[in-house]
């Protein structure tokens, strides 16, 4: 097992580096004249050469990627070209809130998609059609329109939750709830339909499998079947896809934070991304990307412990 | 929002008028069709459709409700028409998307099919570039994209086709290398035709059907990226599209709500559209049917595999037995029943499917296992055998059902019984010993646990208990090491050791009867000996009755003390042993008798038989 973790874990150090480095190339490549752009088009030449000096440009880009990346590994991102802020308090500051959203859609979307997955793909029937139309309906609608939905529905039109603004945990706990609910609910849709259908198809391959009869014919309850057999068997199907989807959650979630105006990652993407800054862009793509790599060391880890299986290969 | 990348789904192809038929009577997908083809043409004929510029504003015209004259949907902050810029951000929307589409199908499909048809390096690489790439967070990336190539939707559209390649890339390579298995790309290969001729004949007809699949889900992928990211208020707002309609519809959500409805009425229609299109070209194109062909020819072979002394030995058309009409209408063979039995199953009819497509495998079928006796059950694959365990252990497959007769187990009717009184009787009433050994033990679970949970339940002792007496069963199984075994995940032993442990399974909660389904077939030459030995020893040991299917009669002659020969779901002979060795009556048992005496691996088995007779 720990084998199987070291190999995981080289690999996504392999890809942090590779994405690093093609980011940090192409952003620096593609920009231009980045001092210019700061000093704008009144500057002297002499001005621009001293500001390009001053943010080390006229290094090479080697050299700047190296520097770079020690500073980031203890910690330091770099500053702001605009605000001469940190870029790593800027994100820090930020981060709880996004993954907060990240978080809470894991949990409801695992909990609410295992339930359904596992109901459709035992029972069957009705209840399995039905699940199967909600999740081609939660595919199919983008996150950042059931957001709009939500909020026309339950802020705007019946009041029940606020529309926008976000009070920490540390305030108000009832707070809290409420001003993330809205948002994790219209992130969760997608994950729960993806999820849901992986766990049935897996639940019904699953329940065909010589085993199952085998232990059946042990005497142990059909609640012992499922619960602990078929839910571990299946449950791999789910966690991978769930991984799958992170990437693609954690773009989601920048969107839907801004239509409840939430204090996360979104609003320094936004900000900072119009405006050129650099450093900020490449600080975000970095922790993002961290983000996901860890997301998915730990769904690997997961389907691991679920799955001696894997751990081999 | 952006989703996964969707999985390769496993589609074969088929003919295409049949697919074509298929498609157009699914309401559904035609529904989603006719959406599609709507918005398309609505957007490519926007300057016919609206007299008024998309971008002409005017502020004495702001925020006009639905329906106001000249302005069928309104219009916005600064009066500009929402029916044209719907219609014309349409063009640019759905053109955008497209474009992401073309971009992703241009890296996507080549990559895949020189990943899947050469293998090697090229595909580890990709295999790598593909992971890297879907691990990216699409919005993040674009919006750095933005950041440094500015606001245009035509540069991320392009930028976030590479973040949808690997969409196509993986459902390629999965294809191909599925069809490079097949044997007509061998062979033509073997005749000469060059790489290239071989991918263009051959292997695009196979990727063709799941390509179009994947290009509706991940068209609508990239539409909801875009309007997302549109929706953000970082695009281009000199260009209306659906997305950056959205975002002003959103500015202005508490004066003018509706604002909102246009937009994404068009987005969440195109999207579910698309996504309904997939579905429905995925149910249209595949082959009829749950499973895909090639895996059920290979689940075929390895049941071939799996029965191999008397199916292998001699050819199949032998046991079309000539004049068998004839056979079955002769006199029914007496039918001795022993009702004070361990077993009495008396009638038993088991059939799957409903009513009007109903299969009788099993037809009136008589048995009887005494206490202490060991029966075999023999015939052909397909003779029902398995059929008739399943039942008596009331676990027959899904979609399979006992339509009529009786089984009694001690004097009790089991055949509707409640699940929970079933339930009951296994373990410690009767117990089963599957035919394979390794698909029948859970892989998750390490082996002790499964010889342990079934002991706590049945036989109500605690896991310190359960846990010696499962260690003590292995070391009398014949396992070497228990405690090692114990601990060991299933893929961890041999098929041997597997057949051991199951029968230690089954063995554990001291059971009267024992259902055994073919145990030693799937096992090698040398060890069957030895697990049929162990199966006897352990009968004599605790003294249960034992129903041994098997097409074996090296088997019988081995262990059994009766024997029911079964033909076609029904009974044809029942003898003791000795009797059915000496002169079967039955010239089907006959058929079976030769067929192993022919058989050159059935040597052994005659002198074995004749070791039993003597």
């Known amino acids: 097992m720990l084998k199987f973790v070291l190999k995981r874990l080289g690999l996504a150090l392999s890809q942090m580096f590779a994405i690093s480095v093609l980011a940090f190339s192409l952003l620096y490549l593609a920009a231009g004249d980045i001092a210019r752009t700061i000093m704008g088009e009144n500057a002297t030449q002499e001005q621009v050469a001293l500001k390009r000096h001053e943010l080390g440009l006229d290094q090479p880009l080697v050299e700047r990627y190296v520097h770079w990346l020690t500073s980031a590994l203890h910690g330091d991102l770099g500053t702001s070209y605009f605000t001469s802020q940190g870029v790593a308090q800027a994100l820090w500051s930020r981060l709880p809130v996004t993954l907060t959203l990240l978080i809470g859609v894991t949990v409801l979307s695992g909990i609410v998609a295992f339930a359904l997955g596992i109901a459709a793909g035992v029972r069957r029937g009705w209840l399995d059609k039905l699940v199967q139309l909600l999740s081609v309906l939660g595919y199919a609608l983008p996150g950042f329109l059931a957001a709009l939905f939500l909020v026309l529905t339950f802020s705007l039109n019946l009041g029940w939750l606020p529309a926008t603004g976000f009070i920490p945990l540390t305030t108000s706990f009832t707070g809290w709830i409420s001003t993330i609910t809205l948002p994790i609910v219209a992130l969760s849709l997608g994950p729960i339909a993806s999820v849901a259908q992986q766990v049935r198809g897996a639940v019904i391959d699953v329940l065909r499998q010589d085993y199952i009869r085998t232990l059946r014919s042990r005497g142990l309850t059909e609640w012992e079947v499922i619960l602990k057999h078929v839910v571990r068997n299946a449950s791999g199907a789910g966690l991978t896809v769930l991984g799958l989807q992170f990437a693609g959650l954690l773009g989601g979630a920048i969107v839907v934070e801004q239509i409840f105006a939430l204090p996360g990652l979104g609003t320094v993407a936004i900000t900072y991304t119009s405006r050129g800054d650099i450093p900020v862009v490449m600080g975000l793509l970095l922790v993002t990307s961290l983000i996901v790599a860890v997301v998915n060391l730990l769904v690997d880890v997961g389907v691991g412990l679920l799955n001696p299986k894997v751990r081999v290969a | 929002m952006s989703g996964p990348i969707p999985s390769a789904p496993s589609v074969r192809p088929v003919r295409a008028d049949s697919a074509a038929r298929r498609f157009v009577r699914n309401p559904l997908a035609m529904g989603a069709v006719v959406i599609l083809v709507v ?247 595949e082959e009829h049917g749950t499973s895909s062909g090639r895996s059920r020819r290979r689940r075929r072979a390895r049941a071939a595999a799996a029965e191999p002394a008397v199916s292998a030995a001699e050819p199949a058309e032998t046991f079309a037995i000539p004049g068998s009409g004839a056979i079955s209408a002769a006199p029914a063979p007496e039918r001795p029943v022993d009702l004070d039995a ?139 090491e228990p405690r090692r075994t114990f601990d060991a995940y299933p893929h961890q032993i041999s098929g041997g050791m597997a057949q051991r442990v199951l029968i230690a399974g089954a063995v554990s909660c001291n059971p009267q009867l024992l259902i055994a389904d073919e145990p030693t077939t799937a096992l090698d030459v040398t060890v069957q000996a030895e697990v049929l030995s162990l199966l006897r ?54 058929m079976l008798l030769g067929a192993t005496l022919e058989g050159a691996p059935s040597r052994v088995a005659l002198d074995a038989a004749r070791e039993a007779l003597s």
């Not at chain 2, 919005?139 to 540069?155: E, K, N, Q, T, Y």
């Not at chain 2, 495998?361 to 055998?385: A, C, F, I, Q």
């Open chain 2, 39 to 285: 918005l398309v043409l609505a957007s490519a004929f926007a300057p016919l459709l609206t007299d008024q510029g998309p971008n002409f504003s005017s502020l004495r015209q702001a925020f006009l409700a639905p329906f106001s004259p000249n302005h069928l949907l309104g219009t916005d902050s600064v009066g500009r028409d929402l029916l044209s810029r719907i219609l014309f951000g349409g063009r640019i929307s759905l053109l955008g998307a497209v474009l992401a589409l073309g971009v992703a199908a241009l890296i996507g499909i080549p990559a895949g099919l020189l990943a899947g048809y050469y293998a090697g390096w090229f595909d580890s690489v990709s295999v790598w570039s593909s992971n890297l790439v879907q691990s990216l967070p699409g919005i993040v990336v674009l919006l750095a994209v933005r950041a440094v190539l500015g606001p245009s939707i035509w540069i991320s559209m392009t930028v976030y086709g590479v973040i949808l390649s690997p969409g196509f890339y993986r459902v390629v390579r999965t294809s191909v290398i599925n069809v490079r298995k097949e044997l007509y790309v061998d062979a033509a290969r073997v005749s000469g035709l060059s790489d290239a001729a071989i991918i263009g004949r051959h292997i695009l007809t196979v990727v063709r059907a799941p390509t179009i699949i994947q290009a509706a889900l991940l068209t609508g992928i990239a539409l909801a990226i875009q309007s997302g990211l549109e929706f953000l208020g970082v695009g281009d707002n000199s260009v209306p599209s659906w997305g950056n309609i959205l975002n002003e519809g959103f500015r202005n959500i508490y004066r003018e709500p509706v604002m909102l409805v246009w937009p994404s009425l068009a987005i969440g229609l195109t999207c579910a559209a698309l996504v309904i299109l997939g579905n429905g070209l995925r149910d249209a194109l």
């Open chain 2, 342 to 480: 361990l077993l009495v199953v008396r009638g038993l009819t088991v059939g799957y499917g409903s009513d009007d497509s109903l299969k009788v495998v099993v037809h009136d079928l008589d048995l009887h296992v005494r206490e202490g006796e060991v029966l075999g059950l023999v015939g052909e694959s397909g003779s029902g055998k398995t059929q008739t365990a399943f039942s008596v252990l009331g676990l027959l497959p899904a979609g399979g059902r006992v339509l009529s007769g009786s089984i009694t187990f001690r004097g009790h009717e089991v055949i509707g019984l409640p699940a929970t009184r079933l339930r009951r009787l296994r373990g410690d009433g009767f117990a089963y010993i599957p035919q394979e050994p390794m698909s029948n033990l859970d892989p998750s679970f390490r082996i002790g646990s499964q010889l342990v949970a079934p002991m706590r339940r049945k036989l109500g002792i605690g896991k310190a208990e359960a846990e010696q007496r499962a260690l003590a069963l292995l070391e009398r199984v014949g396992i070497r």
């Open chain 2, 537 to 590: 020893d352990l009968q004599r040991e605790y003294r249960m009755g034992i129903v041994l299917v098997t097409h074996n009669f090296g088997v019988v002659a081995d262990i059994c003390d009766r024997v029911a020969v079964m033909q076609n779901g029904t009974i044809v002979e029942t003898a003791d042993v000795e009797t059915i060795f000496a002169s079967p009556r039955h010239p089907y048992t006959q």
